[in-house]
Every structure is written in structure tokens, then in C-alpha cells.
């Protein structure tokens, strides 16, 4: 396999193996294939050339998977687009990539014609009498190689417009091929699909899936119990999420604690630091689950994972590379960092990714040479993830935290997470963030926002214990209540609107 599609290469059994599950709706990989390549057939007809982009923005469902495949069997490149994006973001994302198509629904179509006014842009619209499965369709010769481009997934922010990174099919397949190997994922897995493929983390959940030929249940929700009634309903043996979900589950979720689930083996975090108290309330609740805890960034999709036997003794780690990929930690002088020394991670392997789209001074933040080759040994690029992380003996990292994220205060430089998993560890709240707030004399103060939990919390006690728990420099100033914190698109909590939503006071 050299290509995306090619991971849904005839096999013996699709005709009966389930894909994808949608609501009461079922899917085999023979019906998914098919559909993909009527997707490809209409592209092509369309006069779609090799490398073109094509938008996809689509509820998640069925439609979608087969239209990301039907892309890649057209030689395209595929733009998955969140629904949760507003018209203007939309825009921007399709302007900025240049796309050529847009394939879309038509209560979607409706409420973007406005903004779609000026772009060179077809759409095909979903569903359509054009767009079928056939069963006996086939897919047309491919001109494209493993290196060509196949994505480019857009990453959310709050200020400035989102860049778009490109994935290569060498990128895809080996994320989906690595993810794979470690979870340990067969064809009997049925995998709960609750993230947006416009998301590296959730697209990797459909590849990996077809890639075994496990079936993806696609869900969306609203409360906690309703994950917990389609772990139930469907016999999901696997679950991905993000910090915001396992919150969800653990605090918000009172049918997880009441509802059997035998089926679940496995459990993964990533998109931010999980606290050890989520840790463990999975724990008591999910003791038949293995959880992994993963780190990784979108430039370079998957960097670290702490295999489920090593919670215990290193709560806070994300674990060590992934296989088939190396990381280290660098000093700011581009040395490699010795044990215990805070340095960037930088990540090297098969699933670096091809840059930002149209971006070269941004991409060359990003990427650049191995500062630990030898130039006479050639150009390797390695992908520097801005995280500031720590490394043990053992060779297991800690995330310390965004090295344009750490709150410098009294000259001090404070990890915001672990403020966080102090505070979290009081059990007084559901969620916490920490942020660092512009201050005359100390430079920044620290602030704690926070969602609070069903009973009433007294903010200077919990304050003061948090005294006897931290260094003096690093207790928040105030922690300010909030019935909820702003997510991305992509459900992680947005540090930047938090910061920017209060930091144009300044005070001593």
C-alpha cells in the first residue's frame, strides 16, 4: 500500500464486514469502497486534475468517510472542513487552499452561498442521484505516489486565520499503520468515532479502522450519559478523546458508574494533559479498560504514548515515541537535553509532515534540520513541537507546557498544567484552566478559570490549600467561576480566547 485509498483494497471478507456504523445504519467496506469510487468517478468527470483540493464539509456520517476516499482515488487532495466552523472561517479555509470543489449538503450550501460569492468553486452536492454506490464500479489507474499530497488539515485558533498543514499519503498510512500496531487493533474492534475528521486524531480513527478492518461507529452527543448509552449500544471495545470528553465522562456521566461494559478494552487521551484525578476516576469506573495517554501535534500527528502499564508509576508522563519514530528535547542552543533539563521535543520519523500550505516562514519555525545530524551526513527534517517537555532517566517525557503558553511570573517560569492538576486534585472542580494575565509588578499573574462541580465551592480555602500544596509563585491570585470554559473546534479548551477574553486590563 502506497496510497490512502489503497487501504480499501479488495478483501475477502468486505462484503460482509462492517464499516461504518451511522445511527440504525450499517455500512461494509464493499458499499464504502464503491461509494468511494462514484465520489472519484464525479470528481473526474468534473475535470478534477491530480493535486487539486477539494473541500469536504459534511455532517459526519457515512458520506463523508466515502467521500475522504473517493478523493483520494481521484488523485485529489481532501480538505475536511468542522461544521462547527462559521461561514467566514469557511471562506477562508476554502480561499486559502484554493479549492476546486466543495462537496457538501444542501442545508449546508444554503447558509454559505454568501460567502462562497467570488470563489472559483464547484460544489457537488450530498446527497445526490451523481453520487451512488455501485458495486461493481471500479476505481480508475492512479497517477499520484506515497510522497504526493493527500490532506491538508486546517488548525483552529482564535486569533489570526488557521494555517493549513499537509499530510502526504506516506503520513496518513503511516499514522494509521503505527497507531495501529501499539493500540494492538484487530478486525472485531468496534470503534466509537466521537472527534471530527477535520481533526488529525479523528481521521486517524477512521483510517486505522479501515486499516484493520474494524468497524468506526460514528456518534454524536450532547451529555456524557449518551456516550455512555452507545458504548453500551454498540459493544464498543475502543474509545479516543481529548481532555473535554474524559471530563465529560468522568464528572458529568452518572451511567457510567451504573452501565456494564464489558466490550471496552481500551481508552486514549490526547490534545492536552489528562489530570490525574479524570485518571483515576476512568479507573474506578473503567477497571477492565486499558487507557493510554498519547501526546502529539498535527504537524507531526502522533509523538508519544504511555503504555497502560506504566500509569501507576508515572501519572504524568506521555510516555516515550511511538514506533517507528525518535524524540528528544533540545536546549535553546540546539543541543540534545540531558535528564531532568526542560527542552523543546522535537519529533523525527515517517509522519512529519510536508508544512503549512502556502506558508514557508511558518513552516520553517516548524521544520527544519536535524540538530543532531551531522551535515555531512545529509538533510533530515525533524518537526520542533513547541512544547516544552522534560525527560526522565528512564527516557519517558513530561509535558511541562507550551513554551509560548508558560506563565512567567516574579521571573519564574510556571508550567500551567501542573497548577491545574493541583487544583483538579481538590475534586471541587469539573474543569480548570490556568492562564497567565498581563501584571505591573510581577509580569504575569497567575489566574485560574474553573467550572465547578455539583457542590458549593469555597474559592480561599481551596486557595489555601493549594498554598501548602504549590510554590508561592505559582498559586493562582483568584480563581474565577464559570459554568463553562470556551473548546476549540476540535473540543480542546481555548487557551488563547481565555487569555485574550481577559487580558486587556493590566493591574498590580
Known sequence: MYLLHHLLDPRPDDATQVAVVEGENEASFAALRSAAVAYAARLRGGGIQRGDRIGILLPKGREECAAIFGVSYADGVFV????????????????????????????????LADHLAGLDLQTLVVPSQDVGSNEHARAAPSASIGEDLAAILYTSGSTGNPKGVML?????????????????LKSSDRILSLLPFSFDYGLNQLLTAVQVRAAIVLQSFRLGNDIVDALSRHRITGLAGVPTIWTILARTAPKLATTPLPHLRYVTNSGGALPTDTVRRLRERLPQARIYLMYGLTEAF???????DEIDRRPTSIGKAIPECEVFAVSPDGRRTRPGEPGILVHRGPTVSLGYWRNPTETAKVLRQ??????????????????????????????????DAMIKSSGYRISPSEVEDALMATRAFRQIAVIGLPDDLLGQRVHAV????????????????????????????MIELVPDLPTTPNGKVDYKRLVHDRGTGVDG
Do not use: W
Request: hydrophobic share 40%.
Open 168 to 184: 502526504s499519503h506516506r503520513n496518513l498510512l503511516a499514522g494509521a499503520r503505527i497507531v495501529a500496531k501499539y493500540l494492538e
Open 80 to 111: 475536511p472542513i468542522n461544521p462547527l466552523l462559521k461561514p467566514a472561517q469557511i471562506r477562508h479555509i476554502l480561499a486559502d487552499c484554493g479549492a476546486r470543489v466543495l462537496i457538501t449538503a444542501q442545508a449546508m450550501l444554503e447558509g
Open 302 to 308: 502522533r509523538s508519544t504514548y504511555l503504555p497502560p
Open 370 to 403: 536535524n540538530p543532531l545530524r551531522p551535515a555531512e551526513e545529509g538533510i533530515e527534517t525533524v518537526c520542533y513541537s513547541g512544547d516544552l517537555v522534560v525527560e526522565d532517566e528512564d527516557g519517558f517525557f513530561t509535558f511541562v507546557g507550551r513554551s
Open 450 to 477: 474553573a467550572v465547578p462541580g455539583p457542590e458549593p465551592v469555597d474559592v480561599a480555602a481551596i486557595l489555601r490549600g493549594a498554598a501548602r500544596q504549590l510554590a508561592p509563585y505559582m498559586v493562582p491570585r
